[in-house]
């Protein structure tokens, strides 16, 4: 795994605040927590009862528009 390039903002006591990086950055750690958080409600849903092609139809029906 990459090592990941920031920089810490400091305030005035010397205390980690804020943290910096590159847009880059930014967007393959959102990619990685994306695809794991994806990846955790396919593990949930599986084992959830599935609905007939039928049973899919009368529920989507029954929503609001």
Do not use: C, P
Not at 7 to 34: G, T, Y
Request: charged share 40%; net charge negative; hydrophobic share 35%.
């Amino acid at each position: 795994m990459e090592a990941i390039r920031k920089k810490f903002i400091k305030d005035k006591d010397n205390k980690n605040v804020a943290v910096e990086m590159s847009i880059e950055e930014f967007n393959k750690i959102e990619q990685i927590l994306e695809d794991y958080a994806l990846g955790e409600l396919i593990k949930e849903s599986e084992s959830s009862e599935n609905l007939t092609l039928q049973e899919a139809k009368a529920f989507y029906k029954s929503l609001k528009k």
